[in-house]
């Protein structure tokens, strides 16, 4: 059972490239959501799914584009890289969020 | 839209002491609560949760916490601290919504335990 699995580890891009995160789940879960963590600023909210082809936004959704279409990936999109965004993101799946999401271990981006 | 606040951004513990960590947050109701642990360079790990019932919850690894609807508090306690448990604690709230599941969380800004020998 791998969980929740997030790739790539680490990413250096140049400003104005577009990546894509992969997230990958495989507890058939429905909720999955994408978070940012910057220091001193605890881990934000980007985008959430509560189910396939059901997607909305977080607390910081700019720059960042979202689709759901199976129940196992969630990927996470950067259309257009800025340096704010370096950060390290974190992936994570629950059966409904009430029980408490599942963490993958995160991709470490700096946009350069 | 809620909001979480942990007061202490570091705390320093003697190894065998007792510890509380500090968490409020802000909603109309009662949310689902959560603390989850990051080591160094891992991802998060989650605790403990509540979301109904006995306001005393138990977690994994000796942790307990407390919520109290009047403060809007939960608070993470230990009786007696490892070493091994230096790391940063997040406290976190999910908004329930209609069908019961929570779309999100809401994080603190963290509180980065260190254990003295």
């Known amino acids: 059972n791998a969980g929740v699995t997030q790739t790539p580890k680490f990413q250096v891009l140049k400003t104005g490239q577009s990546m894509t995160l992969q997230c990958a789940q495989d507890m058939n879960h429905e909720y999955m959501s994408w978070y940012r963590q910057d220091p001193g600023m605890g881990l934000r909210l980007i985008h959430y799914?509560?189910?396939?082809?059901?997607?909305d936004q977080g607390e910081v959704p700019n720059g960042y584009n979202v689709s759901r279409s199976t129940t196992e990936d969630f990927p996470l999109r950067l259309l257009s890289a800025a340096p704010s965004q370096t950060s390290v993101y974190f992936c994570?799946?629950?059966?409904?969020?009430?029980?408490?999401?599942?963490f993958g271990s995160g991709t470490r981006l700096t946009v350069v | 839209a809620q909001s979480v606040t942990q007061p202490d951004i570091h705390i320093t513990v003697s190894e065998g002491a007792s510890l509380e960590l500090r968490c409020n947050y802000s909603?109309?109701?009662?949310?689902?609560l959560f603390w989850y642990v990051q080591s160094p360079g891992q991802g998060l790990q989650l605790l403990l949760k509540y979301f109904s019932g006995d306001t005393l919850v138990q977690g994994i690894k000796g942790f307990e916490a407390e919520f109290k609807r009047s403060q809007s508090s939960f608070n993470l306690r230990k009786p007696s601290v490892h070493w091994s448990d230096a790391a940063e604690y997040f406290c976190a709230v999910g908004t329930p919504n209609s069908g019961g599941g929570a779309d999100g969380l809401t994080f603190g800004k963290g509180t980065h335990l260190i254990i003295q020998p």
């Open positions: 909603y109309g109701a009662t949310p689902y």
């Open positions: 994570a799946s629950s059966l409904t969020g009430g029980y408490g999401y599942t």
């Open positions: 799914s509560v189910g396939a082809g059901i997607t």
